[in-house]
């Protein structure tokens, strides 16, 4: 299994950004993909997700109504928009992919974001 991430770069607060998270290796009808971050000094957190059969999604309260995540069957990715990015969004983001009431278990190589003020 693959997850490879892509779309992270530098961007003034208040921009916008779109990650991406393309999955291969295996099915992922019976799965969730999620996107967690990790600033510098910081432990890794939740961001969003998004269930890939009935395309429910999740997010943390911070990012609620700034951040959508979605989901191309066909191309099998995932994408998480970026709106209004605040400074303190700056991290490195991370896709991961996890059965339904199980932990995650896929992870992909991270991709920086960074919000200047």
């Known amino acids: 299994v693959q997850l490879q991430a892509s779309g992270g770069g530098m961007v003034q607060a208040g921009g916008s950004l779109r990650l991406s998270c393309a999955a291969s290796?295996?099915?992922?009808?019976?799965?969730?993909m999620g996107w967690f971050r990790q600033a510098p000094g910081k432990e890794r957190e939740f961001v969003a997700a998004?269930?890939?059969?009935?395309?429910?999604?999740y997010y943390t309260d911070s990012v609620k109504g700034r951040f959508a995540i979605s989901r191309d069957n066909a191309k099998n990715t995932v994408n998480l928009q970026m709106n209004s990015l605040r400074p303190e969004d700056t991290a490195v983001y991370y896709c991961?992919?996890?059965?339904?009431?199980?932990?995650?278990?896929?992870w992909g190589q991270g991709t920086q974001v960074t919000v200047s003020s």
């Open positions: 991961a992919a996890g059965r339904l009431g199980s932990q995650y278990e896929y």
């Open positions: 290796g295996r099915t992922f009808s019976s799965y969730r």
């Open positions: 998004i269930t890939w059969s009935s395309g429910n999604t």
